[in-house]
Nanobody, 129 residues
Framework: QSQIVESGGGLAQTGGSLRLSCALSGRFLNYHIIGWFRRAPGKGRESVACTTGDNGGDKYFPNSMKERFTISKDRAKKTVYLQMDNLKLEDAGTYYC?????????????????????WGRGTQVTVSS
């Protein structure tokens, strides 16, 4: 049973904003990595952004995504957020949050889905023009 629940999806217009939340059950420790992924209709899953449980660097995929999206976390609430601004039609899809453990190389969080072993069921984002 997943210990991750995403919320905050919905309908937004192009140029609008949404804030997704990822609520984590269980522990949220320094060595955890949390990733946001998305799957657009008819396309494969892709990484959007990730963060670590400590103050390790946040990452965006591609890096230019940080111009519109911001990942943040509240350790006390065990929640990770994805603020999405200036939404585009191509941002539509199902957004998933996932938790994993940082690799031994201490490289921080990862865009690779296999680095995460606990996934939420997703929240739907629809963008209209």
């Amino acid at each position: 049973q997943s210990q991750i629940v995403e919320s905050g999806g919905g309908l937004a217009q192009t140029g609008g904003s949404l804030r997704l939340s990822c609520a984590l059950s269980g522990r949220f420790l320094n060595y955890h990595i949390i990733g946001w992924f998305r799957r657009a209709p008819g396309k494969g899953r892709e990484s959007v952004a990730c963060t670590t449980g400590d103050n390790g660097g946040d990452k965006y995929f591609p890096n230019s995504m940080k111009e519109r999206f911001t990942i943040s976390k509240d350790r006390a609430k065990k929640t990770v957020y994805l603020q999405m601004d200036n939404l585009k039609l191509e941002d539509a899809g199902t957004y998933y949050c996932a938790r994993g453990i940082e690799g031994g190389n201490k490289g921080g969080c990862s865009a690779v889905a296999s680095a995460y072993d606990d996934w939420g069921r997703g929240t739907q984002v629809t963008v209209s023009s």
